[in-house]
T-cell receptor, first 114, second 112 residues
Framework: KAGVTQTPRYLIKTRGQQVTLSCSPI?????VSWYQQTPGQGLQFLFE???????NKGNFPGRFSGRQFSNSRSEMNVSTLELGDSALYLC?????????????FGSGTRLTVV | AQSVTQLGSHVSVSEGALVLLRCNYS??????LFWYVQYPNQGLQLLLK??????LVKGINGFEAEFKKSETSFHLTKPSAHMSDAAEYFC??????????FGRGTSLIVHP
């Protein structure tokens, strides 16, 4: 069974640019959540999608957005990049919305903003 | 509201020694509790979870955790550390909102 696939693994972007990250969940999983991981703030919740609907959103500015497609694949977009957006972005899939089942995480996308 | 506190950002043990990683939580509703492990340059992997069944939960790689409601704790243990256990460990709590809150992580260092 394939795991959670995140692409690309590494990205270097310039301040002011925008970026799109992709996540393909485990087959059959309908819930996809996104987290930002930094040494200073730890793991911070960005958003959760279930059946193409955003069910929950974390405390991030509107520059951070996401969507989920009918095949459960998800993308997140960050516009007008700032240096502080440099982080490991993790996608997590789950069978159902909510986390009683626990997450399966991808390996992440390492974003560096210069 | 829910929160997680992991005591000790770094824990150092010798190979073969007992591993004890501490996690205390707060939750306004009966919680789900999780331990995850993260190896360098990888995502998090679920080690074990408590979902209101048995209070002693066994996970992968020989780890286990005990849910103690009176102490609001969910400490992770392993009887004998192996070099391959060196990693970052995260405790997470999920209460009524179901969106989990993660602790800041504990780095486990295993000495030969």
């Amino acid at each position: 069974k394939a795991g959670v696939t995140q692409t690309p693994r590494y990205l270097i972007k310039t301040r002011g640019q925008q970026v799109t990250l992709s996540c393909s969940p485990i087959s059959g999983h309908r819930s996809v959540s996104w987290y930002q991981q930094t040494p200073g703030q730890g793991l911070q919740f960005l958003f959760e999608y279930f059946s193409e609907t955003q069910r929950n959103k974390g405390n991030f500015p509107g520059r951070f957005s996401g969507r989920q497609f009918s095949n459960s694949r998800s993308e997140m977009n960050v516009s007008t990049l700032e240096l502080g957006d440099s982080a490991l972005y993790l996608c997590a899939s789950s069978f159902e919305a909510g986390t009683a089942y626990g997450y399966t995480f991808g390996s992440g996308t390492r974003l560096t903003v210069v | 509201a829910q929160s997680v506190t992991q005591l000790g950002s770094h824990v150092s043990v010798s190979e073969g020694a007992l591993v004890l990683l501490r996690c205390n939580y707060s939750s306004s509703v009966p919680p789900y509790l999780f331990w995850y492990v993260q190896y360098p340059n990888q995502g998090l992997q679920l080690l074990l979870k408590y979902t209101s069944a048995a209070t002693l939960v066994k996970g992968i790689n020989g780890f286990e955790a005990e849910f103690k409601k009176s102490e609001t704790s969910f400490h992770l243990t392993k009887p004998s550390a192996h070099m391959s256990d060196a990693a970052e460990y995260f405790c997470a709590v999920s209460g009524g909102s179901y969106i989990p809150t993660f602790g800041r992580g504990t780095s486990l260092i295993v000495h030969p």
